[in-house]
């Protein structure tokens, strides 16, 4: 069975500081990988996904992450936080391609502190 | 949220009391997924269907709780009668055939039960 976790509830960062939020996940073929963001009031939104080729994976608003197979790691990134930014962000797994749904993990929310 | 129209936005009812939940999707989806948001636990996935015939049903969460998808277009989950614990944000997500590999949500519905 595909899971993923995300072990922090909160992130807190300062604005213009990198930050990272950080997700593990568990599949037992090839990850596909995403990354969404929810703010207030508002579904989910698509970030950015990985599914085969190069680790380092850009998306909107200025946001990467890293596919990591060694570590079953997929970190989000950005260089430079900004107050905007401040959202929930939810990690996603499928266990390769297929028509079976996302598997998220329970959100971490960032913080970013002007 | 764009192309995924929920309604109603809000919804406050008292317990017994039927609650209908409507999500009209974008053209071009082959899935339709609908989820539950609460604080304890996450996002979690009650129903899905492709080509408007329900796939798998084991996150509903009760016998009070159903999901139709008549066609392409409309999709409803009904809980009668509705109980407090039933209070959450309800989110529908489709897949595209564009985009196979990423889902797209609403806005939700946010639902409270009195």
């Known amino acids: 069975a595909q899971s993923v976790a995300q072990p922090e509830d909160q992130v807190n960062v300062a604005e213009g500081n990198p930050l990272t939020v950080k997700c593990t996940y568990s599949?037992?073929?090839?990850?596909?990988l995403f990354w969404y963001v929810q703010y207030p009031n508002r579904g989910l939104q698509f970030l950015l996904k990985?599914?085969?080729?190069?680790?380092l994976v850009k998306g909107s608003y200025g946001f990467e992450a890293e596919f990591n197979k060694s570590q079953t790691s997929f970190h989000l990134k950005k260089p430079s936080a900004l107050v905007s930014d401040s959202a929930l962000y939810f990690c996603?797994?499928?266990?390769?391609?297929?028509?079976?749904?996302?598997?998220f993990g329970k959100g971490t929310r960032l913080s970013v502190i002007a | 949220d764009a192309g995924v129209i929920q309604s109603p936005r809000h919804e406050v009812t008292e317990m017994g009391q039927e609650v209908t939940l409507r999500c009209k999707p974008i053209?071009?989806?082959?899935?339709l997924f609908w989820y539950r948001q609460t604080m304890m636990r996450g996002l979690e996935l009650l129903i899905y269907?492709?080509?408007?015939?329900?796939?798998?049903d084991s996150g509903m969460p009760e016998d009070r709780f159903s999901a139709k998808m008549p066609n392409a277009s409309f999709s409803t989950l009904k809980i009668q009668p509705s109980e407090p614990r039933d209070s959450a944000v309800y989110f529908c997500?489709?897949?595209?055939?564009?985009?196979?590999?990423?889902?797209?949500f609403g806005p939700g519905t946010r639902l409270t039960v009195l």
């Open positions: 997500a489709v897949r595209t055939t564009a985009s196979t590999d990423t889902q797209y």
């Open positions: 599949v037992s073929g090839n990850p596909y």
């Open positions: 053209s071009g989806h082959d899935y």
């Open positions: 996603a797994v499928r266990d390769g391609p297929g028509n079976t749904p996302l598997v």
């Open positions: 990985y599914i085969t080729g190069d680790n």
């Open positions: 269907f492709n080509n408007n015939v329900p796939i798998d």
